[in-house]
């Protein structure tokens, strides 16, 4: 999508951006429960899917919110719900639910410090590894993070775009101080960027299988009430979608949902360089941190200091890749982080040679440029 293209100038804050990509993604279900500071997601949503024939639904919990958000996509309704911490950690089983059936679906996590009620008011990042390990069990997930509000609206589009191609759920996480940061942003209109929507079958129905592998390892998916006969369960199934307990069958259909998720490696990793070509010492970022981090390292370059920034916006799958590159040319890398280093694992553990340092911040404060700048120079 290219950000500088016409359209309409608005005045937005995070969330808000979040609720313009989901419509303009097609969604048109939402179901949650106020919480902050992810409120405005579902007030706005309230207000505008009614005007584009979709519904909205107050549910009674997380739980719930999450539990028809699935069956609206089952449905054949592109579906989202929004929350942080606490109804995020509520959310987790119906999550492996809609792991286990590949029931397309969007996510978003609006952090805040933890943990219980922890600091409602105030940003963190403490919610990255429960995001990809959250619900138990094996299973491939796709989590994207925001820093700013043209990403809330670009990435909320590909997290739909990418759910619905790999029949996935995914998860955006953003964080306090993104959400409700205010900012111009263009808004293309609707030629300005794609809209996928889930393959359908193109078989009769009585040929149908919803589980079935093929080359691309994502099975056709037919909405309820089209007349195909689907079977949903939590259990390991057939690709019938009944339950099995034939080895064979289970190791097949474990494996196909990661290769599917391997396949789209090219699209689903994605990150933003900054000065990185002769950097000697990179800062690796995510969220609203990596917004610190870019002052920072303009800061750095000011000072005669070759630093660079890779900026992350797909968490996991983790974008090995990439971040392998930039540990191999640089001499130090810093992952500043608000937590206590759950990012910083993940780059420690593909790391071969580079010196890997920390900034980590659990106060409800956001790291500042002068904080990594401090690093950089120490380092």
């Keep these: 999508m290219d950000s500088k293209q016409s359209g309409t100038i608005s005045l937005l804050q995070g969330n808000e951006a979040i609720v313009k990509g989901a419509l303009a993604a097609g969604c048109r279900f939402f179901a949650g429960y106020p919480i902050t500071p992810a409120s405005e997601i579902?007030?706005?949503?309230?207000?505008?899917?009614?005007k584009v024939g979709g519904t909205f639904i107050q549910m009674e919990d997380e739980i719930a919110g999450i539990g028809a958000i699935i069956g609206a996509s089952l449905a054949g309704v592109k579906s989202l719900t929004a929350t942080s911490g606490p109804g995020f950690s509520l959310m987790q089983e119906n999550l492996g639910f809609a792991c286990i059936t590949e029931t397309p679906c969007v996510i978003v996590n609006v952090m805040r410090g933890g943990?219980?009620?922890?600091?409602?008011?105030?940003?963190?990042?403490g919610d990255v590894m429960q995001a990809r390990w959250g619900t138990h069990g094996i299973h491939p997930i796709v989590v994207l993070s925001v820093s700013s509000v043209l990403d809330s609206f670009e990435i909320t589009i590909h997290a739909f775009n990418i759910s619905e191609k790999y029949r996935i759920p995914v998860i955006i996480l953003?964080?306090?101080?993104?959400?409700?940061t205010r900012e111009s942003i263009t808004i293309p209109d609707q030629t300005g960027f794609e809209e996928v929507n889930r393959i359908k079958p193109s078989v009769p129905p009585e040929w149908y299988h919803p589980y079935e592998d093929n080359?691309?390892?994502?099975?056709p998916m037919a909405s309820f009430g089209d007349g195909y006969r689907h079977h949903v369960t939590g259990l390991v199934h057939d690709v019938h979608g009944y339950p099995t307990q034939r080895v064979d069958e289970i190791d097949a259909f474990q494996r196909r949902q990661f290769r599917k998720i391997t396949n789209g490696f090219y699209e689903i990793q994605m990150t933003k360089s900054t000065m990185l070509d002769d950097a000697e010492i990179a800062v690796i970022a995510y969220g609203s941190v990596s917004r610190s981090a870019l002052r920072a390292i303009k800061m750095a370059r000011e000072r005669g200091i070759k630093a660079g920034l890779l900026h992350l916006i797909t968490l996991f799958p983790f974008p090995r890749q990439t971040a392998e590159q930039v540990l191999r040319q640089c001499r130090a890398v810093l992952?500043?982080?608000m937590n206590l280093g759950q990012i910083s694992r993940e780059v420690?553990?593909?790391?071969?040679?580079?010196k890997i340092e920390k900034i980590n911040r659990i106060d409800g404060q956001l790291i500042t440029p002068e904080e990594i700048f401090k690093k950089l120079l120490e380092m």
Excluded at 42 to 50: D, Q, T
Excluded at 115 to 125: A, E, H, N
Excluded at 348 to 354: E, G, I, M
């Design 215 to 219: 080359s691309r390892g994502v099975p």
């Design 42 to 50: 579902a007030e706005l949503m309230s207000i505008n899917l009614p």
């Design 174 to 180: 953003s964080d306090e101080v993104v959400a409700h």
């Design 335 to 337: 992952v500043p982080e």
């Design 115 to 125: 943990p219980s009620t922890g600091l409602p008011t105030s940003p963190g990042q």
């Design 348 to 354: 420690k553990r593909v790391n071969l040679s580079s």
